[in-house]
């Protein structure tokens, strides 16, 4: 029995997909799979090294002489569970359930990103009836964590200029420009000094946080930040020797929690004095945007310190780096155009490592933001490598493809606009333009819900609506 309508193709192909395992960098199951598909309606189709898999289906009859489109999909999911799901996502068939006119996952993520774009791709290239010019879907592997796929990928494989790519998660909005970024890691080696003696715990927690490249504009806390700051305010008064320091989970997230222990020269009531005045002037200016702020200190043993100078340089670094929004387009409806996040601290037994991410509209804006945090680095005589590099898709003033998709949706949409708008988040469309800096492209889909999370859930009409829009896009092209 299927919970989707089988008789509509991409309904079938989704549900199809989420039967077979497809976390990032472990697609090589699905991807045999399309090639399958490819294979059983006799499609020419080519698998990569890196298991990208590429379609071919000729123009329908009075189509021949239109040029190429690239129908676009990354193959990929995040997978992720509630605590309480015994799901095994190596090898267990994700359990759909339809709720309210959506379709989610039984205490899993669903994969409609991208898993909806791929079945779209796979439902136009079997179906004999649709009107199109010649077509080449394009199933990329591991968006989600390196983008390996689309950088990998062998442009002369694609002898196309106009590419639909179909990662949307917004059926009244399409992208037209994407962050460019890289990583860079601090690091440098410590030597710990076994002192026993009274000292303090002090931790931050119940901040929003959120995504570095979607929600750095809402100018939430950033907990590595904050308690840098704090720390700080100790060392202007006297020395601070620090025994641990660590904050955040990931480099691409606003870190939510930081925790440090150290010893201090400064009587007790005056640590305590400093740390609680700063705290209550910090959660001052986040009262509106993190108003679950907590800032607590404690006393506590300590078993081994930094020295102080260390210490110290450690802290300063940190409070200066640059973190959050540094630029917006007044061009583009205030696009974050720039923006830094360090989303890690970490000192371990023989080295510490501050992991940031920067992001920029433009490439030039990555390297200038890298350059500058690299060259604070250098100052305080750290080590500063950079990698995860990816470049922006920059914003394209003359769009026939964007034209004639804007016209389309009007139609088939009882008159509405379809949004325009460009994002502070990586796509592979960037990759897809340095490769091939005239590609006219356009970004779809249909309205998905909590992407990323196990209460990710796809708009089922939506779903319908947005596959006869591109239909009639296809036609049109
Ligand atoms: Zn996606």
């Known amino acids: 029995m299927t919970i989707l309508d089988a008789s509509k193709g991409y309904q079938k192909y989704f549900e199809e997909i989420t039967k077979i395992p497809h976390g990032s960098a472990e697609e090589k199951q699905i991807s045999d799979y399309l090639v399958q598909v490819a294979h059983d309606h006799n499609l020419k189709v080519v698998q990569d090294e890196s298991n990208n898999v590429i379609i071919y289906k000729n123009a329908s009859l009075g189509y021949e002489d239109h040029p190429a489109v690239v129908l676009q999909a990354h193959i990929d999911m995040v997978n992720e569970k509630n605590s309480s799901s015994n799901h095994d996502f190596s090898k267990d068939p994700l359990d759909l359930y339809i709720e309210d006119g959506f379709l989610k996952a039984h205490g899993t993520t669903l994969g409609a990103d991208d898993g909806a774009g791929v079945a779209y791709i796979l439902s136009v290239l079997t179906d004999p009836s649709l009107k199109h010019p010649h077509l080449i879907g394009l199933f990329t592997v591991n968006e989600e964590a390196t983008m390996e796929g689309a950088f990998n990928l062998d442009m002369s494989l694609i002898n196309a200029k106009r590419m639909i790519n179909i990662d949307g998660e917004e059926e009244d909005a399409s992208t037209t420009g994407s962050a460019g970024g890289m990583d860079i890691v601090i690091h440098h080696p410590i030597t710990y000094i076994h002192a026993p003696a009274k000292g303090y715990a002090l931790s931050i927690k119940g901040l929003l946080g959120g995504h570095s490249g979607g929600e750095i504009h809402k100018e939430r806390g950033n907990s590595n930040k904050i308690i840098a700051r704090l720390l700080h305010q100790c060392i202007l008064k006297g020395d601070v020797q620090l025994e641990s320091l660590k904050g955040g989970l990931k480099i691409n997230a606003i870190p939510r929690e930081a925790d440090a222990t150290f010893t201090s020269s400064l009587p007790e009531s005056e640590v305590l004095d400093i740390i609680n005045k ?147 988040g990586g796509l592979e469309c960037g990759i897809f333009k340095e490769k091939c800096p005239d590609m006219d492209i356009v970004a779809i889909g249909p309205n998905i819900y909590d992407v990323h999370t196990p209460d990710e859930k796809l708009d089922l009409k939506s779903f319908d609506r947005t596959y006869s829009f591109l239909c009639k896009y296809l036609e049109n092209l």
């Open 278 to 424: 700063t705290a209550i002037q910090i959660k001052k200016e986040l009262e509106f945007t993190d108003e679950g702020l907590t800032i607590t200190i404690e006393p506590c043993n300590i078993n081994k310190v930094l020295d102080k100078d260390v210490s110290k340089k450690i802290i300063d670094f940190l409070y200066l780096v640059p973190t959050g929004l540094r630029h917006k387009s007044d061009h583009l409806n205030g696009l974050t155009t720039s923006s830094e996040n360090i989303g890690i601290i970490d000192l371990q037994d023989e080295t510490f490592e501050f992991g940031l991410s920067v992001r920029g509209a433009l490439d030039s804006y990555v390297q200038d933001l890298a350059d500058e945090i690299q060259t604070l680095a250098k100052v305080f005589g750290f080590s500063a490598t950079t990698e995860n590099w990816y470049p922006a898709w920059d914003y394209m003033e003359h769009s026939p493809m964007r034209d004639l998709m804007t016209k389309v949706y009007k139609e088939t949409h009882d008159g509405k606009e379809i949004q325009m708008y460009a994002v502070h």
